[in-house]
């Protein structure tokens, strides 16, 4: 089946750094992948939409200058969260679809993030 | 108001039992329905889509309500392992974005 690999699973960052998360389709070609958050106890929330060879589309609130995301290729996306502060702490997942939207998301294991 | 809304629950349900949760969605022109298993600190897994006729999967049943615009997830024979939270997931066909419920928790008890 599809598989989505994320890296890194875990990281601990201190306040004004940046973090780059990479999201990489292992068996598949994804021209289109999706970037959530997610705050303990609440829903996955998208936050953009990577498009491969082309700008990501962000969703309402999400500053498109702190969270950088580049698709430069079928199989990888990046996600650099810039000057990362604690409120940015979260679970960051990436996800992707196989075969558009008949079969649902295949999501990699997400990325949790500690801004200390 | 919002696209996919879930009762977070949660349901304590003794083992053997049988449980149900239902999403409600309000786009009526909304053609994918999923019900995704998510386990704590994890990613979300599928775990079944939600076919027009209705559809099983063991002891799982998802059901599709057009008309009243709700999805539901029966679980029987309840399982430990079931412990989870459940998610609904709809695509309103408005190009690739789905969108997600909060999630309904639900323990299983021995």
């Known amino acids: 089946g599809a598989v989505v690999s994320q890296h890194p699973s875990r990281v601990i960052c201190k306040s004004g750094t940046s973090v780059k998360i990479e999201c990489r389709s292992l068996?598949?070609?994804?021209?289109?992948m999706f970037w959530y958050r997610q705050f303990p106890k609440q829903s996955l929330m998208l936050m953009a939409t990577?498009?491969?060879?082309?700008?990501?589309?962000?969703e309402q609130g999400v500053e498109k200058d702190k969270f950088l995301i580049n698709h430069a290729s079928l199989t990888l996306s990046t996600l650099t969260v810039t000057s990362a502060h604690p409120e940015d702490s979260s679970f960051y997942i990436c996800?992707?679809?196989?075969?558009?939207?008949?079969?649902?998301?295949?999501f990699g294991s997400g990325t949790r993030l500690t801004v200390v | 108001r919002k696209e996919v809304e879930q009762d977070p629950g949660p349901f304590n349900v003794p083992e053997g039992a049988t449980v149900a949760f239902n999403c409600t969605y309000s786009?009526?022109?909304?053609?994918?329905f999923f019900w995704y298993r998510q386990d704590c600190r994890k990613e979300p897994k599928l775990l079944m889509s939600?076919?027009?006729s209705g559809n099983e999967d063991g002891r799982f049943t998802a059901q599709l309500n057009r008309a009243s615009q709700y999805i539901s997830l029966l679980i029987r024979d309840s399982k430990l392992s079931d412990s989870a939270t459940y998610l609904c997931?709809?695509?309103?066909?408005?190009?690739?974005?789905?969108?997600f419920g909060t999630g309904t928790s639900l323990t299983v008890i021995p």
């Open positions: 996800s992707a679809s196989r075969a558009g939207g008949a079969r649902g998301y295949t």
């Open positions: 068996d598949f070609q994804a021209t289109t």
């Open positions: 990577s498009n491969e060879g082309s700008k990501a589309t962000y």
């Open positions: 786009n009526s022109a909304s053609q994918s």
């Open positions: 939600v076919y027009s």
């Open positions: 997931v709809v695509n309103p066909n408005t190009g690739n974005q789905f969108y």
